[in-house]
């Protein structure tokens, strides 16, 4: 059975760090792209970042650039995601998923992701 699971959510001051982690299980990581995902409270699902299945190609929404890092252990079958700099806008669930797709490319569109995790909530806050 396909499973994706985040962990590493919290509560953050501004300012501050934290790191998301998504273990997948049930199937290997190495031919799936991966997108990280998040959604605040009234707002659509924002895409905010992606890795090609190759780790040659990343993708980062404005929001976090420069702020944000993703990366992906295949052999742990673990995607993370590195926050730095956290503002309290940052504020929302933090999903990954990801989709079999081994082109060059990766996209932060929720529609071209097939399988999700259940979410982690961040909240940045003083």
């Known amino acids: 059975q396909l499973q994706l699971v985040e962990s590493g959510g919290g509560l953050v001051q501004p300012g501050g760090s934290l790191r998301l982690s998504c273990a997948v299980s049930?199937?290997?990581?190495?031919?799936?792209?991966i997108g990280w995902f998040r959604q605040a409270p009234g707002k659509e699902r924002e895409g905010i970042s992606c890795?090609?299945?190759?780790?040659?190609?990343?993708n980062y929404a404005d929001s976090v650039k420069g702020r944000f890092t993703i990366s992906r252990d295949n052999a742990k079958n673990t995607m993370y995601l590195q926050m730095n700099s956290l503002k309290p806008e940052d504020t929302a669930v933090y999903y990954c998923?990801?989709?079999?797709?081994?082109?060059?490319?990766?996209?932060?569109?929720?529609?071209?992701?097939?399988?999700w995790g259940q979410g982690t909530q961040v909240t940045v806050s003083s």
């Open positions: 998923a990801v989709v079999p797709w081994s082109g060059y490319e990766c996209y932060n569109m929720a529609a071209v992701y097939e399988y």
């Open positions: 049930g199937f290997t990581l190495d031919y799936y792209a």
């Open positions: 890795i090609s299945s190759s780790s040659g190609y990343t």
